[in-house]
């Protein structure tokens, strides 16, 4: 009996970097598999429940643990990913208002990040957060109090408790 040969379902997919902190404060390093040239926030924003990792390992802690391999994290769970390549871009568009507004972000788990949003003086904060549902896009994010500048990240929208302007860097 002959068999219908199939194409392969990941033939069109890159395997790409990334950094997820999960709330309670585990950081994990694993590749995400998603079509060639589609931004991370698209990415993220179609999934439903969970994100799907592979040659997963935590890197917070010598805990000796062995690597996990596959993990299915849900979504609700992440606090942000960090994309560790630059050739998996954040978002599909990205143009700078006139005037940024410096904000800070209070996360779960008492994390603050410090950045300037692409948003006028007029555009109330509540309505940029509820234009990027899913992940928001930030770039140029500092972690407070430690100071440590991440380039890109996308932050999950479940995880801002309040967004407060403070004066500029």
Known sequence: MN??????????????????LLRGGQLLQGDIH???GMPLINYLRIRRLFLNLT?????????????YGHLSIRLSNIVWVVPLET????????TTADVGRVVEL????????????N?????RMSDYLDSNTGFVPLFEARVEPEGQVVP??????????????????
């Open 34 to 36: 998603l079509a060639e």
């Open 87 to 94: 050739t998996l871009d954040l978002a599909s568009s990205f």
């Open 3 to 20: 068999e219908i040969p199939f194409p392969s379902t990941t033939s069109h997919l890159q395997r790409e970097p990334i950094l997820v």
């Open 106 to 117: 209070h996360l779960v788990d008492e994390k603050k990040l410090r950045v300037t949003l």
């Open 55 to 67: 040659s997963v390992r935590r890197i917070d802690a010598e805990t000796g643990e062995p690597p």
């Open 152 to 169: 890109r990240m996308a932050v999950n929208h479940e995880s801002i408790l309040a967004i407060r302007e403070v004066p500029a860097f």
């Open 119 to 123: 948003m006028s003086e007029n555009q």
